[in-house]
């Protein structure tokens, strides 16, 4: 069965800190992976993908994904608390079809 | 452009009763995923289409919900009848093919069965 797994948190740092969010996956024949966040109430929105091993910036997030550890991660830095959400990561099998989101981390930025 | 289009925003019913939620997705887009959250069990997949054809309805949690989509702009996820344990939020999410195309959520549907 393919699996995303999360840590589920909660995850707390200080504003203006670095917050790092983990993710791992099970399918080896997930090729392309997504960052979603969702707020209290809200839907998810996407944050960033990433399909190559390294890493990929935009702003102040910065995915990172090891297809060999089949790890994905998601770091951004100079937290705010605005970034205090539920942060889930999901994956794309080589087909482009199903997606399996992790069950998510509740990340809070405290002032 | 408009995103993925939900109705109605909340539903408040009673147990026993037929309820019918709606989508449109993104003009173009050829999956269509509905999803179920809930704090207990997070984000489910209940079901996707592709090009209108139910791929995996694996999720869908017993007979008393249905799905479908009669056509490319156009989808319903129906529950008959209603219990007090499908209160949840109900998402419609769409995408094009492709590895490395995302997934955009509509705003989701609240629904409450009394």
């Known amino acids: 069965q393919k699996e995303v797994e999360q840590n589920s948190g909660p995850l707390s740092v200080p504003e203006g800190a670095i917050a790092s969010l983990n993710c791992t996956y099970s399918d080896r024949g997930s090729q392309s992976f997504f960052w979603y966040r969702q707020y209290s109430g809200k839907s998810p929105e996407l944050i960033m993908f990433?399909?190559?091993?390294g890493d990929k910036e935009d702003g102040r997030f910065t995915a990172q994904l090891n297809k060999a550890s089949q790890y994905v991660s998601l770091l951004i830095r100079d937290s705010q608390p605005s970034d205090s959400a539920t942060y889930l990561c999901?994956?794309?099998?080589?087909?482009?079809?199903?997606?399996?989101f992790g069950p998510g981390t509740r990340l809070s930025v405290l002032p | 452009d408009a995103g993925v289009i939900q109705s109605p925003r909340h539903e408040v019913t009673e147990m026993g009763q037929e309820v019918t939620l709606r989508c449109k997705p993104i003009s173009g887009h050829d999956y269509l995923f509905w999803y179920r959250q809930t704090m207990m069990r997070g984000l489910e997949l209940l079901i996707y289409?592709?090009?209108?054809?139910?791929?995996?309805d694996s999720g869908m949690p017993e007979d008393r919900f249905s799905a479908k989509m009669p056509n490319a702009s156009f989808s319903t996820l129906k529950i008959q009848p209603s219990e007090p344990r499908d209160s949840a939020v109900y998402f419609c999410?769409?995408?094009?093919?492709?590895?490395?195309?995302?997934?955009?959520f509509g705003d989701g549907t609240r629904l409450s069965i009394l």
């Open positions: 999410a769409s995408s094009s093919t492709g590895p490395n195309q995302p997934q955009h």
């Open positions: 990433i399909y190559s091993n």
């Open positions: 289409f592709n090009n209108n054809v139910p791929i995996d």
């Open positions: 999901a994956a794309r099998d080589n087909y482009g079809q199903n997606f399996v």
